[in-house]
T-cell receptor, first 113, second 112 residues
Framework: KAGVTQTPRYLIKTRGQQVTLSCSPISGHRSVSWYQQTPGQGLQFLFE???????NKGNFPGRFSGRQFSNSRSEMNVSTLELGDSALYLC????????????FGPGTRLLVL | GESVGLHLPTLSVQEGDNSIINCAYSNSASDYFIWYKQESGKGPQFIID?????DKRQGQRVTVLLNKTVKHLSLQIAATQPGDSAVYFC???????????FGTGTSLTVIP
């Protein structure tokens, strides 16, 4: 069974631009969570989707948004990029919602210049 | 301004020795815990999990111990190999869907 896939793997943007990252969960998994990983803050939860609905949201500004499609694929968007948004963005998929094991993808490395 | 990185605890062990990585968690009501291994340039890889109704769980070469009294989690790796060199994270679920809170991680280096 294929694992979690994320595209693109690497991205360079400039301040003020916006970016969309994509995540395809493990086949059959219906929950997708997004995390931001930086050297300064570690792994921080962004949001979680299950059945196309956002179930939880972390403490990030409204510039960070996401959505989930009927096939469970998910996208996250960051608008008006700031230098501090440079990070590894990780997607994790789970079979269902609630105390489920999460499996991570390889991440998208975003560099904001 | 200058960014300050997280202070990452480090552990160095000789190949073949056993490793113990510790983690203190924050919420006594947390019900589910996962240990992840992250190698450079890769996403976290699931190692082993444990639910709060257990105090020990074993996998292949790995054992997780949960002490709810002191809110402490440990990962034991038997016969540590060079391929075990990575950063190890504990993650806790505070009964909030699939939202996990991650520790700062421990960097394990295996000396051949």
């Amino acid at each position: 069974k294929a694992g979690v896939t994320q595209t693109p793997r690497y991205l360079i943007k400039t301040r003020g631009q916006q970016v969309t990252l994509s995540c395809s969960p493990i086949s059959g998994h219906r929950s997708v969570s997004w995390y931001q990983q930086t050297p300064g803050q570690g792994l921080q939860f962004l949001f979680e989707y299950f059945s196309e609905t956002q179930r939880n949201k972390g403490n990030f500004p409204g510039r960070f948004s996401g959505r989930q499609f009927s096939n469970s694929r998910s996208e996250m968007n960051v608008s008006t990029l700031e230098l501090g948004d440079s990070a590894l963005y990780l997607c994790a998929s789970s079979l269902g919602w609630g105390l489920e094991t999460q499996y991570f993808g390889p991440g998208t490395r975003l560099l904001v210049l | 301004g200058e960014s300050v990185g997280l202070h990452l605890p480090t552990l160095s062990v000789q190949e073949g020795d056993n490793s113990i990585i510790n983690c203190a968690y924050s919420n006594s009501a947390s019900d589910y815990f996962i240990w992840y291994k992250q190698e450079s340039g890769k996403g976290p890889q699931f190692i082993i999990d444990i639910r709060s109704n257990m105090d020990k769980r074993q996998g292949q070469r790995v054992t997780v111990l949960l002490n709810k009294t002191v809110k402490h989690l440990s990962l034991q790796i038997a016969a540590t190999q060079p391929g075990d060199s990575a950063v190890y994270f504990c993650a806790e679920n505070k009964n909030t869907g699939n939202q996990f809170y991650f520790g700062t991680g421990t960097s394990l280096t295996v000396i051949p």
